[in-house]
Protein backbone atom coordinates (compact mmCIF):
# COMPACT_ATOMS: atom_id res chain seq x y z
CA UNK A 1 0.00 0.00 0.00
CA UNK A 2 1.36 2.81 -1.28
CA UNK A 3 0.62 5.10 1.85
CA UNK A 4 1.87 2.75 4.43
CA UNK A 5 5.30 2.83 2.90
CA UNK A 6 5.47 6.15 2.87
CA UNK A 7 4.87 6.23 6.90
CA UNK A 8 7.41 3.38 7.63
CA UNK A 9 9.89 5.22 5.42
CA UNK A 10 9.79 7.94 7.51
CA UNK A 11 11.62 6.47 9.92
CA UNK A 12 14.84 7.11 7.96
CA UNK A 13 13.95 10.96 7.91
CA UNK A 14 16.99 13.24 8.90
CA UNK A 15 16.67 14.04 12.62
CA UNK A 16 16.24 18.13 13.56
CA UNK A 17 14.34 18.40 16.14
CA UNK A 18 15.06 15.91 19.20
CA UNK A 19 12.47 15.07 21.14
CA UNK A 20 11.52 17.79 24.20
CA UNK A 21 8.89 17.15 26.53
CA UNK A 22 6.88 20.13 26.97
CA UNK A 23 5.99 19.37 30.55
CA UNK A 24 4.35 17.01 32.28
CA UNK A 25 0.38 16.82 31.37
CA UNK A 26 -1.86 19.55 32.93
CA UNK A 27 -5.73 18.61 34.52
CA UNK A 28 -7.98 17.71 31.73
CA UNK A 29 -4.98 16.78 29.52
CA UNK A 30 -4.00 13.26 28.04
CA UNK A 31 -0.97 11.57 29.62
CA UNK A 32 -0.67 10.10 26.41
CA UNK A 33 0.34 12.39 23.70
CA UNK A 34 -0.24 10.20 20.84
CA UNK A 35 -3.41 10.16 18.60
CA UNK A 36 -5.36 6.74 18.75
CA UNK A 37 -7.48 6.67 15.65
CA UNK A 38 -4.07 6.68 13.43
CA UNK A 39 -3.26 3.11 13.68
CA UNK A 40 -4.75 1.84 10.61
CA UNK A 41 -8.47 1.46 12.20
CA UNK A 42 -10.92 2.80 10.37
CA UNK A 43 -12.58 5.93 12.27
CA UNK A 44 -16.18 5.59 9.97
CA UNK A 45 -19.18 4.39 12.27
CA UNK A 46 -22.28 2.87 10.41
CA UNK A 47 -23.05 4.42 7.22
CA UNK A 48 -25.46 7.27 7.42
CA UNK A 49 -28.26 7.91 5.01
CA UNK A 50 -28.42 11.48 6.23
CA UNK A 51 -25.80 14.12 7.47
CA UNK A 52 -23.00 12.53 9.81
CA UNK A 53 -24.21 10.83 12.98
CA UNK A 54 -23.59 12.49 16.54
CA UNK A 55 -21.48 9.69 17.61
CA UNK A 56 -18.34 10.29 15.50
CA UNK A 57 -14.89 11.40 16.66
CA UNK A 58 -11.72 13.01 14.72
CA UNK A 59 -8.56 13.87 15.83
CA UNK A 60 -6.83 16.99 14.88
CA UNK A 61 -3.53 18.19 15.37
CA UNK A 62 -2.55 21.70 16.54
CA UNK A 63 1.15 23.55 16.40
CA UNK A 64 1.27 26.64 17.87
CA UNK A 65 3.62 29.46 16.56
CA UNK A 66 6.27 27.95 19.03
CA UNK A 67 6.60 24.86 17.66
CA UNK A 68 4.91 23.10 20.47
CA UNK A 69 2.22 20.33 18.86
CA UNK A 70 -0.70 18.84 20.52
CA UNK A 71 -4.08 18.73 19.53
CA UNK A 72 -7.79 17.48 20.65
CA UNK A 73 -9.95 14.19 20.10
CA UNK A 74 -13.36 15.21 19.44
CA UNK A 75 -16.48 13.22 19.89
CA UNK A 76 -19.42 14.93 18.42
CA UNK A 77 -21.83 14.57 21.15
CA UNK A 78 -23.76 16.92 22.42
CA UNK A 79 -22.36 18.92 24.29
CA UNK A 80 -19.12 17.52 22.42
CA UNK A 81 -16.53 15.77 23.75
CA UNK A 82 -12.90 16.54 23.33
CA UNK A 83 -10.32 15.54 25.39
CA UNK A 84 -6.71 17.52 24.78
CA UNK A 85 -3.18 15.76 23.75
CA UNK A 86 -0.47 16.42 26.10
CA UNK A 87 1.79 19.08 24.26
CA UNK A 88 5.54 18.25 22.89
CA UNK A 89 7.80 20.13 21.23
CA UNK A 90 7.53 19.77 17.24
CA UNK A 91 8.68 22.37 14.60
CA UNK A 92 6.52 25.58 13.64
CA UNK A 93 4.64 25.34 10.29
CA UNK A 94 2.72 27.68 8.60
CA UNK A 95 -0.07 24.97 7.18
CA UNK A 96 0.07 21.76 6.96
CA UNK A 97 -1.36 18.39 4.89
CA UNK A 98 -2.96 15.23 7.24
CA UNK A 99 -0.59 13.45 8.87
CA UNK A 100 -0.98 9.61 8.06
CA UNK A 101 -0.70 6.88 10.65
CA UNK A 102 0.94 3.63 10.54
CA UNK A 103 1.88 0.77 13.30
CA UNK A 104 4.70 -1.84 13.21
CA UNK A 105 4.65 -5.55 14.09
CA UNK A 106 7.26 -3.86 16.71
CA UNK A 107 4.71 -1.98 18.03
CA UNK A 108 6.00 1.59 16.77
CA UNK A 109 4.00 3.93 16.00
CA UNK A 110 4.47 6.39 12.83
CA UNK A 111 2.83 9.50 11.96
CA UNK A 112 3.76 12.09 8.85
CA UNK A 113 2.62 14.49 6.58
CA UNK A 114 4.01 17.64 4.65
CA UNK A 115 4.32 20.98 6.37
CA UNK A 116 5.35 24.75 5.37
CA UNK A 117 7.99 25.76 6.62
CA UNK A 118 8.98 29.81 5.24
CA UNK A 119 9.21 29.10 1.86
CA UNK A 120 10.48 25.21 2.21
CA UNK A 121 8.28 21.88 2.06
CA UNK A 122 8.92 19.41 4.64
CA UNK A 123 7.82 15.84 5.52
CA UNK A 124 7.46 15.53 9.22
CA UNK A 125 7.08 12.85 11.37
CA UNK A 126 6.25 11.46 14.93
CA UNK A 127 7.62 8.06 16.31
CA UNK A 128 6.44 6.71 19.18
CA UNK A 129 8.53 3.33 20.31
CA UNK A 130 7.65 0.04 21.71
CA UNK A 131 3.95 1.70 22.68
CA UNK A 132 5.50 4.27 24.59
CA UNK A 133 3.23 7.20 26.25
CA UNK A 134 6.15 9.50 26.63
CA UNK A 135 6.67 12.59 24.02
CA UNK A 136 7.86 11.18 20.39
CA UNK A 137 10.92 11.35 18.38
CA UNK A 138 10.22 14.38 15.40
CA UNK A 139 12.00 14.25 12.74
CA UNK A 140 11.88 15.73 9.12
CA UNK A 141 13.52 16.25 6.10
CA UNK A 142 13.34 19.29 3.45
CA UNK A 143 11.83 18.28 0.36
CA UNK A 144 12.19 21.53 -1.84
CA UNK A 145 12.05 25.43 -2.00
CA UNK A 146 10.11 27.89 -3.80
CA UNK A 147 6.70 27.23 -1.73
CA UNK A 148 6.59 30.99 0.35
CA UNK A 149 3.69 31.62 -1.95
CA UNK A 150 1.75 28.78 -0.44
CA UNK A 151 -0.67 29.21 1.81
CA UNK A 152 -2.79 26.15 2.77
CA UNK A 153 -2.31 22.18 2.26
CA UNK A 154 -4.17 19.30 2.37
CA UNK A 155 -4.01 15.74 0.65
CA UNK A 156 -6.14 13.04 -0.83
CA UNK A 157 -4.95 9.32 -0.34
CA UNK A 158 -7.02 6.63 -2.46
CA UNK A 159 -6.55 3.45 -2.16
CA UNK A 160 -8.39 0.18 -1.61
CA UNK A 161 -7.40 -3.09 -1.94
CA UNK A 162 -6.48 -4.85 -5.17
CA UNK A 163 -7.08 -1.42 -7.02
CA UNK A 164 -4.70 -0.38 -9.76
CA UNK A 165 -5.26 3.28 -9.67
CA UNK A 166 -4.43 4.55 -6.39
CA UNK A 167 -3.21 7.76 -5.86
CA UNK A 168 -1.71 10.33 -2.69
CA UNK A 169 -2.08 13.97 -4.13
CA UNK A 170 -0.83 17.12 -2.14
CA UNK A 171 -2.96 19.94 -3.18
CA UNK A 172 -1.91 24.00 -2.88
CA UNK A 173 -3.27 26.88 -2.41
CA UNK A 174 -1.01 29.93 -3.91
CA UNK A 175 -1.12 33.81 -3.30
CA UNK A 176 -0.86 33.74 -7.55
CA UNK A 177 -4.34 32.76 -7.86
CA UNK A 178 -3.64 29.27 -8.38
CA UNK A 179 -4.63 25.44 -7.10
CA UNK A 180 -1.83 23.44 -7.65
CA UNK A 181 -1.32 19.04 -7.49
CA UNK A 182 1.38 16.89 -6.92
CA UNK A 183 1.59 13.30 -7.33
CA UNK A 184 3.68 12.31 -4.05
CA UNK A 185 5.47 9.16 -4.54
CA UNK A 186 7.26 9.06 -1.06
CA UNK A 187 8.86 10.93 1.99
CA UNK A 188 11.79 11.85 0.32
CA UNK A 189 10.33 12.26 -3.49
CA UNK A 190 10.03 12.96 -5.56
CA UNK A 191 6.81 15.18 -5.79
CA UNK A 192 5.80 15.22 -9.29
CA UNK A 193 3.95 18.59 -10.47
CA UNK A 194 0.85 17.21 -11.85
CA UNK A 195 -1.30 20.35 -13.08
CA UNK A 196 -2.39 23.95 -11.81
CA UNK A 197 -5.45 25.89 -12.39
CA UNK A 198 -6.27 29.61 -12.14
CA UNK A 199 -9.23 31.41 -10.68
CA UNK A 200 -8.59 30.31 -7.25
CA UNK A 201 -7.81 33.79 -5.63
CA UNK A 202 -10.91 34.12 -3.34
CA UNK A 203 -10.14 30.97 -1.52
CA UNK A 204 -8.69 30.96 1.74
CA UNK A 205 -8.64 27.20 3.53
CA UNK A 206 -9.09 24.11 1.81
CA UNK A 207 -9.47 20.28 2.97
CA UNK A 208 -10.16 17.39 1.09
CA UNK A 209 -13.96 15.42 1.37
CA UNK A 210 -13.99 12.98 -1.09
CA UNK A 211 -11.02 10.42 -2.50
CA UNK A 212 -12.00 8.36 -5.18
CA UNK A 213 -10.67 6.60 -7.96
CA UNK A 214 -11.34 9.26 -10.56
CA UNK A 215 -11.78 11.87 -8.69
CA UNK A 216 -11.35 13.68 -5.35
CA UNK A 217 -13.05 16.88 -3.90
CA UNK A 218 -12.16 19.75 -2.00
CA UNK A 219 -14.24 21.94 0.68
CA UNK A 220 -12.89 25.22 0.29
CA UNK A 221 -13.74 28.15 2.06
CA UNK A 222 -13.37 32.01 0.62
CA UNK A 223 -12.53 35.60 2.32
CA UNK A 224 -15.30 36.40 2.10
CA UNK A 225 -17.30 33.31 4.28
CA UNK A 226 -18.51 31.25 1.38
CA UNK A 227 -18.20 27.34 1.10
CA UNK A 228 -17.54 25.53 -1.84
CA UNK A 229 -16.52 22.32 -2.99
CA UNK A 230 -14.06 22.01 -6.04
CA UNK A 231 -14.25 18.60 -7.79
CA UNK A 232 -11.40 17.50 -9.27
CA UNK A 233 -10.70 14.91 -11.39
CA UNK A 234 -7.89 12.62 -11.05
CA UNK A 235 -6.49 12.81 -15.10
CA UNK A 236 -4.38 16.02 -16.39
CA UNK A 237 -5.24 18.52 -16.61
CA UNK A 238 -6.28 19.99 -13.35
CA UNK A 239 -9.68 20.75 -13.89
CA UNK A 240 -12.07 21.86 -11.39
CA UNK A 241 -16.05 22.13 -11.33
CA UNK A 242 -17.26 24.28 -8.48
CA UNK A 243 -20.17 24.75 -6.42
CA UNK A 244 -21.48 26.94 -3.96
CA UNK A 245 -22.22 25.12 -0.71
CA UNK A 246 -23.24 28.07 1.69
CA UNK A 247 -22.62 31.79 0.13
CA UNK A 248 -22.00 33.00 3.73
CA UNK A 249 -21.29 31.82 7.36
CA UNK A 250 -17.85 30.19 7.30
CA UNK A 251 -15.53 33.46 8.00
CA UNK A 252 -14.34 33.04 10.72
CA UNK A 253 -12.15 29.76 10.36
CA UNK A 254 -8.80 29.89 9.15
CA UNK A 255 -8.88 26.16 8.78
CA UNK A 256 -11.41 23.31 8.40
CA UNK A 257 -10.69 19.54 9.28
CA UNK A 258 -12.79 16.78 7.44
CA UNK A 259 -12.99 13.36 8.53
CA UNK A 260 -15.63 10.28 7.10
CA UNK A 261 -18.36 9.28 9.29
CA UNK A 262 -20.11 6.49 7.48
CA UNK A 263 -21.34 7.86 4.17
CA UNK A 264 -21.29 11.90 5.43
CA UNK A 265 -18.58 14.03 6.85
CA UNK A 266 -17.43 15.43 10.25
CA UNK A 267 -16.28 18.85 9.55
CA UNK A 268 -14.50 20.93 12.56
CA UNK A 269 -13.46 24.95 11.74
CA UNK A 270 -10.98 26.87 13.96
CA UNK A 271 -11.33 29.82 14.86
CA UNK A 272 -8.61 31.76 15.79
CA UNK A 273 -10.07 34.77 16.86
CA UNK A 274 -12.58 33.77 19.50
CA UNK A 275 -10.42 30.47 20.30
CA UNK A 276 -13.40 28.37 19.24
CA UNK A 277 -13.48 24.89 17.58
CA UNK A 278 -17.06 24.13 16.40
CA UNK A 279 -18.02 21.19 14.69
CA UNK A 280 -21.05 20.36 11.80
CA UNK A 281 -22.35 17.43 10.82
CA UNK A 282 -22.49 17.17 6.74
CA UNK A 283 -24.06 15.23 3.71
CA UNK A 284 -22.92 14.19 1.01
CA UNK A 285 -22.40 17.50 -1.05
CA UNK A 286 -24.20 18.54 -3.21
CA UNK A 287 -24.47 22.30 -4.11
CA UNK A 288 -26.53 24.48 -1.58
CA UNK A 289 -28.96 21.62 -0.99
CA UNK A 290 -25.63 19.91 1.22
CA UNK A 291 -27.48 19.21 4.79
CA UNK A 292 -25.00 21.18 7.26
CA UNK A 293 -26.49 20.56 10.76
CA UNK A 294 -24.26 22.35 13.72
CA UNK A 295 -22.97 20.07 16.79
CA UNK A 296 -21.39 22.05 18.83
CA UNK A 297 -18.58 24.80 19.48
CA UNK A 298 -15.37 24.21 22.68
CA UNK A 299 -12.58 26.14 23.49
CA UNK A 300 -9.46 25.55 21.11
CA UNK A 301 -7.34 25.91 24.56
CA UNK A 302 -3.70 24.98 22.47
CA UNK A 303 -3.47 27.97 20.64
CA UNK A 304 -3.08 26.28 17.12
CA UNK A 305 -1.98 28.21 14.26
CA UNK A 306 -2.16 25.22 12.11
CA UNK A 307 -4.41 22.41 12.21
CA UNK A 308 -4.25 19.12 10.17
CA UNK A 309 -6.34 15.80 10.71
CA UNK A 310 -4.19 12.98 12.23
CA UNK A 311 -6.13 9.88 10.24
CA UNK A 312 -4.75 5.99 9.81
CA UNK A 313 -3.08 4.62 6.76
CA UNK A 314 -5.84 1.99 6.72
CA UNK A 315 -8.60 4.19 7.44
CA UNK A 316 -11.43 3.73 5.01
CA UNK A 317 -11.31 6.90 2.01
CA UNK A 318 -13.21 10.30 2.35
CA UNK A 319 -16.48 9.89 0.32
CA UNK A 320 -18.17 12.98 1.28
CA UNK A 321 -19.24 14.18 -2.63
Same mark, same amino acid.
Given at each position: ???????????????????????????????????????????????????????????????????????? +??????????????????????????????????????????????????????????????????????????????????????????????????????????????????????????????????????????????????? @???? @?? @??????????????????????? +???????????????????????????????? @?????????????????????????????????????????
Amino acid at each position: MRIRRFALAVAGLSLVTGAAAAGQASAGVQSDPRPSTTLGHSAAQTPQTKAAAAACGVEVGAITAAGINSGY +GITATKPLTVSNFAPFKLFAARTSSTWYGWRTPANIYYYAGFVLQGSNLYAGAETYKNGTTNPPTTSSKKLGAGWGGFTALTSSNYYVPGTTRPHLFLYGLHTNGSLYRYSVNGPTGPITSYGSAAGYGSFKSITVISETVGYDTIL @ATTK @AG @ALWTIHLPVTAPLKGTLKAVRTT +GFKQYDKLVASRCGSSTLLTGFDPTAKTLTVY @AMSKANGSKTVINTIGSAPASHNGVTHFLYTGSGSPSLIGE
